[in-house]
């Protein structure tokens, strides 16, 4: 199969790397992407032999081309499309952080190549567009996301669907108090119980503004009204997400946390393969799994994420580019972590919304927030 990760110097491209690596053979690697760590990108590079390569700065797109005259290195935002358009992939992992997932994700649509997102502010963003675009081109949109990925396997009839039942392990903070919340350090936020992951989603973790992003990815994907997903804290992290039916059963999908589990299936689908860390699940050693409600005093941020998803329009895009560049001040030590939900909040608040943007109006929208969040922290 031919692939490419778009974000491998990631956490979830950095394990992507890691399952190619596993199943040698398997896989073709056809381009990588990565921001400005053009060491490990070196490393990548030597590893896996992609033929194009794309940075974020013109700068580093030169060095590396001195040092890989063969390769084909593009940098910036035009780069990262022209290599998801490449119509010599079958697959490509879209696995960048945040907004950047957008374009990629919709130019590798364009060009029917089979999307493997791990990036769920894309759909956050345009979901509607996204998967309606996908539709249209008949281009699988499969989620490397561990919940979605557990309802992906686990959905049949969506006609029969009761509810989606998405889990959340509560983050670092889930027995903590509000003012223990309120007084976290950026330490102690990065600190997440289950899963080692990327920065900004783990301090999204930590507000729960993960799920609330999950749920309006969720809707999306399985094109699910906000009243029929349910979101459950479950803080062994064993259950991955489950769907209930109108007769009362309940399919969930189980193992024990990891990564690889998901990317690798997203990259194989629909075929299964042993995997990095497979070893047989033991109900047993799994022992207690615990289910409680999400607390939306101590977490509001999900709270935030319903209302924005229900009220559709830009709404969700204003709540996600609030939150984006809350989280980086957050941590850059210059708010708290409870502001982040109040500056989101406040900026939904202040929005005339815009029902059924346009993709000129979704990026607009984005941009007009990140601008006036920059300047009102600078005043301060
Ligand atoms: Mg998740």
């Given at each position: 199969m031919k692939i490419s990760i778009i974000g491998s110097t990631g956490s979830i491209g950095r394990q992507a790397i890691e399952v190619v690596q596993k199943m040698?053979?398997?896989?073709?690697?056809?381009?990588?992407?990565?921001?400005?760590?053009?060491d490990l990108l070196r490393e990548q590079i030597k590893l896996v032999a992609p033929k194009n390569v794309c940075v974020k700065s013109e700068e580093n797109a030169l060095k590396l081309q001195k040092e890989f005259p063969k390769l084909n290195v593009?940098?910036?935002?035009?780069?990262?499309?022209?290599?998801?358009?490449?119509?010599?992939?079958?697959?490509?992992?879209?696995?960048?952080?945040?907004?950047?997932?957008?374009?990629p994700t919709l130019a590798a649509i364009e060009n029917n190549i089979d999307v493997a997102l791990a990036n769920k502010e894309t759909l956050v963003m345009a979901g509607d567009i996204v998967m309606a675009r996908a539709k249209e081109k008949g281009v699988k949109i499969l989620p490397v996301d561990s919940e979605?990925?557990?309802?992906?396997?686990?959905?049949?009839?969506?006609?029969?669907?009761?509810?989606?039942?998405?889990?959340?392990?509560?983050?670092?903070?889930?027995?903590?108090?509000?003012?223990?919340?309120?007084?976290?350090?950026?330490?102690?936020?990065?600190?997440?119980?289950?899963?080692?992951?990327?920065?900004?989603?783990?301090?999204?973790?930590a507000t729960l503004m993960n799920k609330g992003l999950e749920v309006i990815e969720a809707h999306h994907l399985f094109s699910m009204p906000y009243e029929k997903i349910q979101v459950v804290v479950h803080p062994q992290s064993i259950v991955h997400s489950a769907v209930e039916y109108i007769d009362g059963s309940v399919i969930a999908q189980l193992g024990f946390p990891s990564m690889h589990i998901p990317i690798q299936y997203t990259l194989t689908y629909p075929h299964?393969?042993?995997?990095?860390?497979?070893?047989?699940?033991?109900f047993v050693k799994a022992g207690r799994l615990d289910f409680e409600e999400p607390d939306m005093e101590k977490f509001p941020c999900l709270k935030?994420?319903?209302?924005?998803?229900?009220?559709?329009?830009?709404?969700?895009?204003?709540?996600?580019?609030?939150?984006?560049?809350?989280?980086?001040?957050?941590?850059?030590?210059?708010?708290?972590?409870?502001?982040?939900?109040?500056?989101t909040a406040k900026m939904m608040e202040q929005h005339k919304n815009i029902l059924n943007p346009t993709l000129d109006e979704i990026l607009e929208t984005d941009m007009m927030v990140r601008k006036s969040l920059v300047g009102s922290v600078c005043k301060n």
């Amino acid at each position: 199969m031919k692939i490419s990760i778009i974000g491998s110097t990631g956490s979830i491209g950095r394990q992507a790397i890691e399952v190619v690596q596993k199943m040698q053979g398997f896989f073709e690697i056809i381009s990588l992407t990565g921001g400005d760590n053009i060491d490990l990108l070196r490393e990548q590079i030597k590893l896996v032999a992609p033929k194009n390569v794309c940075v974020k700065s013109e700068e580093n797109a030169l060095k590396l081309q001195k040092e890989f005259p063969k390769l084909n290195v593009v940098f910036g935002e035009q780069g990262l499309v022209d290599i998801a358009s490449d119509k010599t992939n079958e697959r490509i992992l879209v696995s960048v952080s945040g907004k950047t997932g957008l374009k990629p994700t919709l130019a590798a649509i364009e060009n029917n190549i089979d999307v493997a997102l791990a990036n769920k502010e894309t759909l956050v963003m345009a979901g509607d567009i996204v998967m309606a675009r996908a539709k249209e081109k008949g281009v699988k949109i499969l989620p490397v996301d561990s919940e979605h990925g557990a309802i992906h396997q686990c959905l049949s009839n969506r006609e029969e669907v009761e509810k989606l039942i998405i889990t959340a392990s509560g983050g670092p903070f889930r027995t903590k108090t509000i003012e223990d919340i309120k007084n976290a350090s950026v330490e102690e936020t990065l600190h997440h119980p289950r899963w080692n992951m990327g920065k900004k989603i783990t301090i999204d973790s930590a507000t729960l503004m993960n799920k609330g992003l999950e749920v309006i990815e969720a809707h999306h994907l399985f094109s699910m009204p906000y009243e029929k997903i349910q979101v459950v804290v479950h803080p062994q992290s064993i259950v991955h997400s489950a769907v209930e039916y109108i007769d009362g059963s309940v399919i969930a999908q189980l193992g024990f946390p990891s990564m690889h589990i998901p990317i690798q299936y997203t990259l194989t689908y629909p075929h299964r393969f042993e995997g990095i860390e497979t070893r047989s699940f033991d109900f047993v050693k799994a022992g207690r799994l615990d289910f409680e409600e999400p607390d939306m005093e101590k977490f509001p941020c999900l709270k935030l994420a319903f209302e924005a998803g229900k009220q559709g329009g830009t709404l969700p895009v204003v709540m996600n580019a609030a939150n984006e560049e809350a989280v980086y001040m957050f941590l850059n030590g210059r708010i708290s972590l409870w502001e982040i939900y109040e500056i989101t909040a406040k900026m939904m608040e202040q929005h005339k919304n815009i029902l059924n943007p346009t993709l000129d109006e979704i990026l607009e929208t984005d941009m007009m927030v990140r601008k006036s969040l920059v300047g009102s922290v600078c005043k301060n």
